[in-house]
């Protein structure tokens, strides 16, 4: 408690003052929740509106049980944000006790990925295993704060390889206020009694930056201090400024980060002190500022420009060609996700299509090369030999392959290239409103892009200079109906099943082979403004006639060591969205489609990813938009 008015002494409790606020605000360095950036770049908190806030959960891992020893740690990815436990001692029973608040919105996420790994200071970090655990129904089915146990599955198998024990409990408004309250207040008991003198009290309204507030402190004091002995209790003055900020906000600056608070929203005001101030339970708070569980487990902080496209569009796709790594969302836990590319392929791709002199190579003979490369390596992943590549591949995407959902065996497939275009299991990929043909669904598993109008897709992703839909589609086929249409982006990843699929109920009208390049189709090439890969490389383009949303062109593009593009389906068949259309074989390799102007609504959650130049991981099936037919009628 603060005791003396002199000047040594208020000199000295603002500099304690000024060197707890520089803690909380290093400790708060990387850690916003949600990420977007206001013209000075600035990252900022999104704001919630009272009818999608649903609350603060407070989630803590407190330990596991593994089978064998190790230094271990842990990781929590929700959304757009990822954190980390700090590493355990050596041991089978890891304990972290550590914790973290997550908002939660009615149209939010609400599933949560923990993963688990072992730790090697001579090799990477390894996921050994994780579990996935929706966060409102685990608040639901257990009481506030329990313990609970989850099995931990093998990134590849699904085997169990242990239990992770953790609680979550969902966090009461008001008290939140209160108990950020109580926080603050701490900052000036500067002799930890939990006490506070006026002198105390006034310091912590200074940074508060309120000058009414200011003007006010003495009456605001005297109306916690009941017995008028010049002293109160941090628990009284809590209460009492948590009633003062419902009836008139006191405080306009966060007293952690500095940032103005709008005074005029006071829900946001009290989420972004809530989570930029962490109460503190005694348990360890986690660390932030990571986009996945992989960059956390290696202790990346490279800021979110450098990991994907979610600033301004220039900064965003200048970051995004250069990149080292490739972030997608998730559509269905709407988590981020790291895509794995062989860092010596990145740095070749970045030479030969970020750069003049890589594109001049590819016009004196580099083209030629790319072609045999292909040819060659279809040969190789068809011999006998090539299926003792299959396990290395697995294990390189353990965690982005599901071999339970493969129609066979692992031991079934003679070649690599068998394993490539393996078949699912019957249902694996439920299709969106099969009984409306009104809906189309996504054609492919893969990193979708998707646009309503071309010069969308020009903005925000292709950087070609030369690219255009009648360069897309070819000389034989006439362009018109699809001029300035809608256009959607699948683009299969070699960890992908490489099956596609149709999109929309009609007929196949025709198929129309496109020779050209095999430029690879990785963004680093189609943010190229270098290099045209969509219009130069060898293409099959469909034309599919519907009764819902015209002729909708579906466009196979080969890539780097794809040579083959496959189609089971024949000109004049009837085909019903869902149904398989071809395969890829091995390689990365896309699909476009285009469809008629003003014909298709595309979903908004696609066109606001796409509108940050960000890529939506989206599975066979699920719903890419609907018939403007159908909203014409409803009208």
Known sequence: MGN????????????????????????????????????????????????????????????????FKDKWLACVSFGEQTFRTEISDTSEKPIWNSEKKLLLEK?????????????????????????????????????????????????????????????????????????????????????????????????????????????????????????????????????????????????NNCPVCGEALQLTDKLNAMIHMTLCFDEGTGNQVMTGGFLTDRQASYGWMFKLSEWTHLSTYDVGLNTGSSASHIVVIDRKTKRLVEELIDSKIVLSMRAIYQSKIGLRLMDQGAKEILQRLSEKQGKKMNSVESAQKIPSFLDFFKDQINMAEVKYPLQHFKTFNEFFIRELKPGARPIAYMNRDDVAVCAADC?????????????????????????????????????????????????????????????????????????????????????????????????????????VAFVAIGATMVGSINFVRKEGDHVKKGDELGYFSFGGSTVICVFEKNSIRIDEDLLANSGRSLETLVSVGMQLGVSTRTFAGST
């Open 4 to 67: 003396g008015n002199s000047r040594e002494g208020k000199e000295s409790r603002r500099s304690r003052l000024k060197q707890k606020l520089q803690r909380f605000r290093t400790q708060r360095h990387h850690l916003r929740t949600r990420f977007s950036r206001n013209v000075a770049g600035v990252v900022n908190q999104r704001a919630v509106t009272v009818e999608d806030f649903s609350g603060i959960a407070l989630l803590t891992l407190i330990g596991a049980d593994m089978k």
């Open 107 to 251: 149209n939010g996420p609400s599933l949560a990925r923990v993963s688990v790994f072992e730790t090697n200071r001579l090799s990477r970090n390894k996921i050994v295993g994780y579990c996935e655990l929706d966060i409102f129904d685990f608040v639901v089915q257990e009481p506030e704060s329990a313990c609970k146990s989850f099995d931990l599955l093998d990134p590849a198998s699904s085997n169990v390889v242990g239990t992770i024990f953790l609680s979550c409990a969902i966090e009461d408004p008001v008290e939140t206020e209160k108990r950020f309250a109580k926080r603050i207040l701490s900052v000036v008991d500067y002799n930890e009694d939990g006490q506070l003198s006026f002198s105390e009290f006034s310091d912590l309204i200074r940074a508060f930056g309120n000058l009414v507030a200011a003007n006010k402190k003495e009456e605001l004091f005297k109306a916690a201090d009941l017995n008028g002995d010049g002293v109160v209790s941090i628990d009284e003055l809590a209460a009492l400024l948590a009633l003062q900020q419902e009836k008139e906000p006191i405080i």
């Open 447 to 551: 990193r979708l892009m998707a646009f309503q109008s071309v010069e969308d897709s020009t903005r925000f992703w292709i950087k070609g200079r030369k690219f255009s839909i009648r360069g897309l589609l070819g000389e034989n086929v006439t362009p018109n109906a699809f001029l300035d249409g809608s256009l959607v982006i699948f683009r299969l990843a070699p960890q992908d099943y490489h099956r596609f699929h149709v999109p929309v109920s009609g007929v196949i009208q025709k198929f129309v082979d496109v020779s050209g390049s095999l430029y690879t189709v990785n963004p680093i090439a189609v943010n190229s403004k270098y290099c045209n890969v969509f219009t130069e490389n060898k293409r099959t383009v469909a034309i599919i006639s519907t009764a819902e949303f015209g002729k």
